[in-house]
């Protein structure tokens, strides 16, 4: 097997090990989906443009193979891979496109959990509009709003907002579980948002609500000063939120 060729499947097999990537990359971000968990994507969006080039110089370098069998063989492998890859990113398009750039605007400062209660017929009146929702949290982090929860596809932003209306993007983001080390403990300047996720809520006199929740804060004052904000206490001292609209 002469130099080219030897190239040729070697750019070939590293396509084949992509692809491969990226299936299951697809089966567990569906996966977290089902389970309403969180799963970071740049591992995706890494591999897609690799997949893309590698794919690219397969059909390229296979012009040079003088069998044609193994012509046959890497267009076929290359060619499909070309093609799984354009389907996928077709695929992220359409989701980018069509989705909803859902924004948290937090009181600045602020350190604790953070609710947002759904349907309730005294809420607020959230800024929304086809392709974006804002959410405006109050100083006590928990929000009441008139509409639903948004059901589609959603790209997530957080910022702390001054007094003057300033943005600060808060751009750290810790899906899982952050341990006791001295380098967490000591860590309160870099802020982030930990772990969000959504649920419904039923206390004991019936009252059942739908709701997003998130951490925001430092790692420091999450392992040392953090005090969960219990949802049934603050449904006990604001009856109002219990008139949820009918689903």
Same mark, same amino acid.
């Given at each position: 097997m002469?130099?080219?060729?030897?190239?040729?499947?070697?750019?070939?097999?590293?396509?084949?090990a !992509?692809a491969?990537?990226?299936?299951?990359?697809?089966?567990?971000?569906?996966?977290?989906?089902?389970?309403?968990?969180?799963i970071?994507?740049w591992?995706?969006f890494?591999?897609?443009?690799?997949?893309l080039?590698l794919?690219?110089?397969?059909?390229?370098?296979?012009?040079?193979?003088?069998?044609?069998?193994?012509r046959? !063989?890497?267009?076929?492998?290359?060619?499909?891979?070309l093609t799984?890859?354009l389907?996928?990113?077709?695929?992220?398009?359409?989701?980018?496109?069509g989705s909803?750039?859902?924004?948290?605007?937090?009181?600045?400062?602020?350190?604790?959990? !953070?609710?947002?209660?759904y349907?309730?017929?005294d809420?607020?009146?959230?800024?929304?509009?086809r392709?974006?929702?804002?959410y405006?949290?109050?100083?006590?982090? !928990?929000?009441?709003?008139?509409?639903?929860m948004?059901?589609?596809?959603?790209?997530t932003?957080?910022?702390?907002?001054?007094g003057?209306?300033?943005?600060?993007?808060?751009?750290?983001?810790w899906?899982?579980?952050?341990?006791?080390?001295?380098?967490?403990?000591a860590?309160?300047?870099?802020?982030?948002?930990?772990?969000?996720?959504?649920?419904?809520?039923?206390?004991s006199?019936?009252?059942s609500?739908?709701?997003?929740?998130?951490?925001?804060?430092?790692?420091?004052h999450?392992?040392?000063?953090?005090?969960?904000?219990?949802?049934?206490?603050?449904?006990?001292?604001?009856?109002?939120?219990?008139?949820?609209q009918?689903k």
């Amino acid at each position: 097997m002469d130099l080219r060729s030897r190239w040729l499947w070697g750019v070939t097999a590293a396509n084949a090990a !992509v692809a491969c990537f990226l299936i299951l990359e697809l089966y567990w971000i569906m996966l977290a989906l089902s389970v309403i968990a969180q799963i970071s994507g740049w591992p995706l969006f890494t591999a897609l443009p690799v997949g893309l080039v590698l794919s690219v110089i397969g059909l390229r370098c296979t012009r040079g193979v003088a069998s044609r069998i193994w012509r046959y !063989v890497s267009y076929s492998v290359n060619g499909g891979i070309l093609t799984l890859n354009l389907f996928i990113a077709f695929g992220l398009a359409l989701l980018f496109i069509g989705s909803t750039k859902e924004r948290f605007l937090i009181p600045d400062g602020y350190k604790g959990d !953070v609710y947002v209660i759904y349907g309730v017929r005294d809420g607020e009146t959230v800024n929304k509009t086809r392709w974006a929702v804002t959410y405006r949290i109050p100083k006590d982090g !928990v929000l009441c709003v008139q509409g639903p929860m948004v059901r589609s596809w959603t790209r997530t932003e957080y910022d702390y907002q001054t007094g003057a209306g300033s943005l600060e993007r808060i751009r750290n983001y810790w899906p899982t579980t952050i341990d006791r080390t001295p380098e967490n403990l000591a860590d309160d300047r870099d802020f982030g948002v930990f772990f969000p996720r959504t649920g419904e809520f039923t206390n004991s006199s019936g009252c059942s609500v739908e709701y997003q929740l998130f951490y925001v804060g430092t790692k420091a004052h999450l392992l040392t000063k953090y005090e969960h904000l219990d949802i049934s206490e603050y449904l006990e001292q604001h009856p109002g939120a219990c008139n949820s609209q009918p689903k």
